[in-house]
């Protein structure tokens, strides 16, 4: 079998993530390793943790990494607060939401859920109703469900779920760095991310945050391995269901203890420390205020083409915008634009699931690519496709209304 | 906070993995991502493929990653195979052989062992009579546990479990590529491996196969998710205990229906890749030839300096030698000749686990590691480092003998 090295084309990727790397969190993956207990690691680990802190926008100590995929960081988090028969409920906005019942069902919750239109996000009272009526142990939400580009408000329903002594787990994959988040003022339990949308970097990666109660439930449930248990080390609660995505045995790992558990995804680290590096650099907020600039100019450009806009715009993510696919287009038009974006373009622009497959474009503007000349560059594309197509489109139309917004 | 970006000092990693990466390994890391959908990348994880099937010395078709360390995929391989209450067995010459039995057991699992002396590798005669026993549904069995650096003989094994109809799991991470390994002639169900040992790469992808028989069993089990289900996916079977390690699901998304599961950790896959890519251009045979050949090398050498060494060396892996601590050394004596390898030559030798802790050093010569230069380095400063320690070393002795190795 003759294969050659890894040679990609080159492309701008304009879709709900992932999204084109920042270069520096690229380099900084091919850095050379150290071992696994060398004083470099530890200290990368420790330092990892605290730019974390600064990206959740928390004093939590625990703030670390699962070695994973964004899923890896859900499941981590609901396997380790969720035993099974306890009720979990979930406010559904968007196929994410769905993804959070799933995960939790297979931790064996009773899963409850609510849902809303998608399109739409929920009220702070339905949540209140459905927190009365279910009384779970734990509410899962999602901040920004990209299937549908609604960004869920957090902040009374994490009033809610202190009043009511409830746990608020929250997956803030596609959210985080590009819109405001606060995991203490919000009073969020365990929050979870990954690297592949405003963070800037590769899938693979996935911080998490944990807050002292959440961290006293985990450790409630807290079995060391036997291989490596000393007289000390007594079990308690019922065991966690995962050995890999166990956070009680992730926290000794990243804690003083350094207890030996996975062999931590070096290259993987060095690029979430990057990722994080960078985002304290511009100040997290500068980097929220750039998504929102960067989102405002493709959602006006995209309106400046004519194209209809999916969803409650006032409560649609910086990072993400869903775009109607013309009707003059025609059934698999919407799938016939997007790949002439990419062959002709190297554009790469997002379809859509569930109800929304077929009807809308999502376009990202997030971490490296949250960017003006990435921006004028996919509308101005975007408006050659299009009117090639047959779609009559104002020339100009899209890149002059995103130069609108920048002026 | 002020953090600089990432710069690792030179470190030569001679232990039991992680190791040092091959340089092209983290080149491929740097490559620009490509979408999840797209041709390059369903091209890129096809290749991926059939690179680990050279590696695996398999036909199977189930071929693939898992997204996270090589834990990840030995508890996929086992939460997809496992049901509550099933029988696992799991012969245990080391840690390694713990840990499945740990994760077997949080599988739900009703877990045998059998145990034989760490530094000794089990007679089929033994296996046999404990499967004849316990009659188990799976058989979980590491093949090189670093923690005695005994690699355990498969091909008996192999034969016994399909005799007695059972399914055997073999965790193939500290072997594979650099010791014989054969998927199929030795009938292994599922095996797994990671990329920090012989396979030259960074921890956080794990190489997977499954046997058309272990397909069958684990797709017994399949469920599709909610959210991206059609009527003609039909649930089956007791629903497999974590979404993200469900192999069902991984098998949908590498398949040719290519089903959004988690977004595959592109640089995790070309680094994969590159590792295999790399393995098949030397040749797999070839490759465990070098293991072996400076294996042998650094086993002499450490023995030319008067070292006495652990283990059955007729069953020792060929990537890896425990080296007994000089009594002259003392109580600390060990882990002072491990920081002073290190501060003072940028070298690392591993300490030990459980019974052999304070009693060897782990010397590793595997992936890129596996080299004349770094076996005559590492054995250079051990001298060095021995003789200012108290230790009586013959001088050169230690090069001299692998030297003769090699010529």
Redesign the interface.
Known sequence: ?S?D???????L?M?P?????DP?V???????????F?P?MTT?MN?TM??YR?VFATGNEQTFLV??????G??AAL?SLVEPGDRVLVPVFG?FG??L???A??CGAEVHTIEVPWGRVFAPEQVAAAIEEVRPKVLACVQGDTSTTMCQPLAEIGALCREHDVLLYCDATASLGGNEFRADSWRLDIATA?L?KCLGG???SAPITLSPRAVEIVNGRRHV????REASDEARGR???????DLAMLMDYWGPRRL?????????L??A??CA?LL?AEGIDAAVERHALHGRAMLEGVQGLGLGVFGDLAHKMNNVVAVEIPEALGAAGGDAVRGRM?DDFGI?IGTS??PLHGKVWRIGTMGFNARKDAVLTTLAALEQVLRSSGVAVPAGGGVEAALAVYR
């Open positions: 079998m294969i090295e890894i040679a990609p084309p080159p492309r990727l879709g993530g992932p999204i084109s790397v520096r690229l380099r900084a993956m091919a850095a050379p390793l150290v071992g696994q060398d470099f990368t330092e605290a730019l600064e070695d994973g995929t964004a899923r890896a859900i499941e396997v196929r769905h993804l019942a799933e995960i069902g297979r990954g592949q590769p899938s693979g391995e036997a291989g490596i065991v966690i269901g995962s050995n890999y995505l030996n558990h996975h062999t931590e995804a070096t290259s993987m060095y690029a420390r990057e590096r304290a990419l790469e699931f569930g």
